[in-house]
């Protein structure tokens, strides 16, 4: 079957029942349908369907665990603000597929304004962020002007749209 296309994708009509199934689903997803259809007053089949809709829609698109990064020694923070050298389709491919390469790049955002590129990096140290951007950051072609700053700590962070 053919992906589907971002139209098809925007076409799918929710209600509130899937509403509330990606309410309880983007909140655990260790939920069991069982324990999703009792939440929603729905038997298990209508709800599994509910969800493999939703999956197949694109509306689901993965199921993922959220860690901890000081646990895993994950203790710096960057955003790094990148804006290239050149604004071709190349160009901005090129720096996306590099970027795509890199572990320590958590996020990456194509944005408006002074910058085109906005990465959120995570490394275990200031010593360790640094050889990453030395070594591996300044060594993608295109690059034209950087800014780092620093996360000191994490007000709000969250995964839930609804």
Not at 84 to 93: D, N, P, T, V, W
Not at 116 to 126: G, Q
């Amino acid at each position: 079957m053919a992906p589907q296309t971002e139209q098809e994708k925007a076409s799918i009509q929710l209600d509130e029942k899937d509403y509330e199934i990606l309410r309880l689903i983007e909140r655990n997803a260790k939920l069991t349908v069982r324990e999703i259809a009792v939440k929603i007053n729905l038997s298990p089949t209508p709800t599994h369907e509910r969800i493999k809709r939703l999956e197949k829609a694109g509306v689901i698109k993965s199921y993922t665990a959220i860690l901890d990064k000081r646990m895993l020694n994950k203790r710096i923070m960057v955003i790094c603000m990148v804006t290239l050298r050149e604004h071709s389709r190349k160009a901005g491919a090129d720096f996306i597929n590099a970027i795509l390469e890199f572990d320590e790049v958590i996020e990456c955002y194509n944005i408006s304004g002074d910058f085109d590129f906005m990465l959120k990096i995570v490394s275990e140290s200031m010593d360790s962020y640094h050889s990453f951007f030395v070594n591996k950051l300044s060594e993608v072609k295109g690059i034209g002007h950087s800014k780092s700053t620093f996360v000191m700590d994490i007000i709000k962070e969250t995964n839930h749209l609804l």
